[in-house]
């Protein structure tokens, strides 16, 4: 008995003493506790703070305090605020942002079907509750200046935070959470009518976790220790809802929230939290930029911001790297480099001995933040440049995939470039739905690739045939020797284009991915550790920049043109083996003449949308191709994609995603020229084809047709809005390059906003 009690005092001794040294920091909450701070609560009751070494106070919100001030002041270490902390940085608050939890704003104006408002002018004159100003919440307000309703044409209340109050008639509109009020509604009999920012345009971040600079330049690793706790602790909250429920419940729930009601918040928040993304906490200058574009727009800031300055990373290569790995650097001088001298658009040796390519290109981003050289091992063959790094002749690997095998002489840091496998073949095969179809087919992969070690192990069944290099195997594809090479996407489109053009196609993908890393010798921990800071410190614009430059392909997706030709084929030769027998007979033979010509439609003409189909518009690209090389005279090209079609389909219905596409199709049909060809390039994608035009004359028509999408009423929908991607073809240019520039003009529409025009 007396052992126990000694090692009793022992022990709460020991644990007193480790939480003595706990170091305390509190967290200011937006409101009261609720599965809003799921992520906060887990990681304080799963010990992830402690782990950090962090004990965290939790303080929930009270009525008059201010998030930016709170950790300006002093008052707390950390907040959470909404985006409108810009405003305070603009005004001169030395904040920074270290995570957007909410990836889109759960932040909406509610009302009940009962009070008879159905649309955001119907907004005019009535009460509307809100938490404080209503300028300051932005979304909002943008959401009603976009249909013409300004926030004095409504008469501010204030909360009461009871939704029941639109059901008594005390109110008429509540600013409310998504995520909240429209249950609470629901089980007091009410019939929710939802009007979110989003569906107008406007994606806000929401719940950003902020500190201030003060506080990060005294306590660096607090900060970093405490923003990767609390992400750790989100991502366990939404894997383990129903564990953070019932935690919320028994410690947390002093709303008396039901069991229910959690979930339900549970289940909408994880959707804004991973909205357009797939990690937590993830926050982009170009979207605090459109942010802050609307504050400006609405007057509330006129100041720059440096939007660099003001998002928090632990990846400033002077802060993170130690006093060893600066030393180190400095001993090294440069670091040796073997590459694969033959894999573009990735790398290559060209005929002047240089690095070129996507993995260059980062590499020239690595230099400049290390201050340190990389010197190029040459080598003939990437098998080559695989032994050179087994005998230590080259300390990394620029671009590779961790195998086990490879393992056993090299580590290698997080990948920086996840690459789509495809399965490449000749012009007569059929789309390749599954990579099990080629199973017992010789199917060809450069030596000492990745996959040909990966896919052997997981698909026994493939005969996988190594080549010298990626021409090797597509020559033999050409010729017959092997039925099909798998190799990236990039680097098969790109010898496509230079010379295997019309003679071999992408016939299907497969689930793999080619995840690319560095590989750095395994008896070197120090300049692994360096490498991974480094590669961490490129910037998403960078990779963007760099990825844009060298890639821009698509495969062919599930249609397979070769068996549309085919079954024409075939309905053709039937019908002219009709009409010999029966061409005497004159109805018959008249029908058989109607019946060709609908056939001949069918094969160019888009079965819903009435528009020219994917066939016609790639015989109409090379045929305006050949006149333009003859004549010299232009052609434009203009992509278009509708923006968030996806959500069209989810809310209402692919049968009103139908309806949209004809609307969408007829639009662009009148607005053309009777010499333009319009056509359906796939899914919510169309292409124009516009002979004889100049820049500005296409520019002139993108934007006007942009606009007419943009104020046209759609049934059902009402507004949707299109991106836009706009190209002229180049002289002795192949079309494909044509369309790769076009998409791409496309894709930069679409990642700055949507609803714009771009010329490449």
């Not at 007091?188 to 600079?213: A, H, M, Q, R, W």
């Not at 049934?715 to 044509?738: A, D, F, L, R």
Request: proline share 2%.
């Amino acid at each position: 008995m007396l052992f126990l009690k000694i090692f009793f005092i022992i022990n709460l001794s020991l644990l007193s003493l480790y939480s003595n040294n706990l170091k305390k920091v509190t967290l200011q909450l937006q409101w009261k506790y609720q599965f809003q701070f799921a992520g906060y609560i887990m990681a304080k009751e799963k010990g992830f703070y402690n782990n950090v070494g962090l004990n965290v106070e939790l303080k929930e919100w009270k009525h008059g305090i201010n998030m930016v001030e709170e950790v300006t002041n002093g008052n707390s270490e950390f907040a959470i605020s909404r985006p409108t902390a810009l405003i305070d940085i603009a005004k001169g608050k030395d904040v920074i942002f270290l995570a957007a939890i909410f990836q889109s704003s759960p932040l909406i104006l509610l009302t009940d079907k009962n009070t008879g408002i159905k649309t955001i002018q119907d907004f005019k004159n009535k009460r509307i509750m809100t938490t404080g100003d209503l300028n300051v919440d932005t979304s909002l307000l943008s959401m009603m200046y976009s249909q013409g309703i300004d926030s004095k044409d409504l008469i501010t209340q204030v909360p009461s935070f009871k939704v029941k109050d639109l059901l008594d008639k005390k109110t008429d509109l509540i600013a409310s959470y998504i995520s909240n009020e429209p249950f609470q509604l629901k089980e007091i009999g009410g019939t929710p009518v939802i009007f979110n920012p989003k569906d107008y345009g406007f994606e806000f971040y929401n719940d950003i976790l902020i500190t201030s600079n003060k506080y990060l330049r005294n306590n660096p690793d607090k900060v970093k220790n405490f923003r990767d706790a609390t992400l750790e602790g989100w991502e366990y909250a939404f894997e383990n809802i129903e564990e953070t429920i019932n935690i919320i419940n028994r410690k947390y729930n002093n709303q008396k929230k039901s069991v229910e009601a959690l979930r339900y918040e549970a289940n909408e928040l994880k959707k804004l939290a991973y909205y357009d993304v797939n990690e937590i906490g993830k926050i982009e200058n170009r979207k605090l930029e459109k942010i802050y574009d609307v504050y400006k727009l609405l007057g509330l800031v006129r100041t720059k911001v440096n939007f660099n300055k003001i998002i928090y990373s632990d990846k400033i290569l002077n802060n993170i790297l130690t006093k060893e790995e600066k030393e180190y650097l400095l001993e090294k001088e440069s670091i040796t480099m073997c590459v694969d001298p033959d894999w573009l658009p990735f790398e290559e040796i060209d005929k002047n001995g240089l690095h070129i390519g996507i993995g260059a290109d980062f590499y020239k981003i690595i230099s400049k933040n290390l201050n340190t050289q990389f010197k190029l091992i040459k080598t003939n063959s990437w098998s080559q440049s695989i032994q050179y790094s087994k005998e230590r002749k080259c300390d990394i690997l620029s671009l590779a995939m961790e195998t086990p095998k490879r393992k056993e002489f090299m580590n290698f840091t997080t990948p920086y470039l996840t690459i789509p496998l495809v399965i490449a073949t000749k012009n007569d095969v059929p789309f390749i739905n599954d990579i099990l179809d080629i199973s017992g087919k010789n199917i060809g992969i450069t030596k000492d690739y990745a996959f040909v070690e990966l896919l052997r192990n997981k698909y026994p069944t493939l005969n996988i045939i190594e080549t010298k290099n990626i021409d090797d195997a597509l020559d033999k594809v050409n010729n017959g020797e092997l039925f099909a090479y798998i190799g990236t996407l990039a680097s098969t489109s790109y010898k496509f284009q230079t010379k295997y053009s019309g003679e071999l196609k992408i016939a299907g993908k497969i689930g793999d991915h080619w995840k690319l890393a560095i590989a750095v010798r395994n008896d070197d921990y120090t300049l692994l550790n360096i490498l991974q800071k480094a590669i961490d410190n490129v910037s998403y614009e960078e990779k963007r920049k760099i990825l844009n430059k060298w890639i821009s392909v698509k495969y062919e997706k599930s249609v397979d043109y070769n068996l549309l030709y085919r079954a024409i084929a075939i309905f053709l030769l039937t019908f002219f083996i009709l009409l010999f027998f029966y061409s005497k007979q004159k109805k018959l033979k008249d029908e058989l003449q109607i019946a060709y010509k609908e056939l001949e439609q069918l094969a160019i003409i888009d079965k819903l949308t009435k528009l020219y189909n994917r066939y016609k518009i790639d015989e109409t690209l090379e045929n305006e191709k050949e006149r333009s090389n003859r004549y010299q005279t232009p052609f434009g090209v203009l992509m278009l994609d509708i923006d968030h079609f996806k959500k069209v389909n989810d809310s209402f219905g692919h049968s009103v995603g139908d309806e949209v596409l004809k609307e969408f199709a007829k639009i662009l049909s009148t607005s053309s020229r009777k010499t333009d060809i319009v056509g359906r390039w796939g899914g919510e994608e169309f292409l124009i084809i516009i002979p004889h035009t100049s820049k500005n004359n296409l520019l002139t028509f993108a934007e006007n047709l942009r606009a007419k999408v943009e104020n046209h009423k759609f049934k059902t929908v009402k507004n949707i809005t299109v991106s836009i991607g706009v190209s002229i073809y180049k002289y002795n240019e192949n079309t494909e390059q044509t369309i790769i520039r076009v998409d791409s003009a496309l894709y930069f529409s679409k990642e700055n906003g949507r609803n714009k025009v771009t010329f490449k």
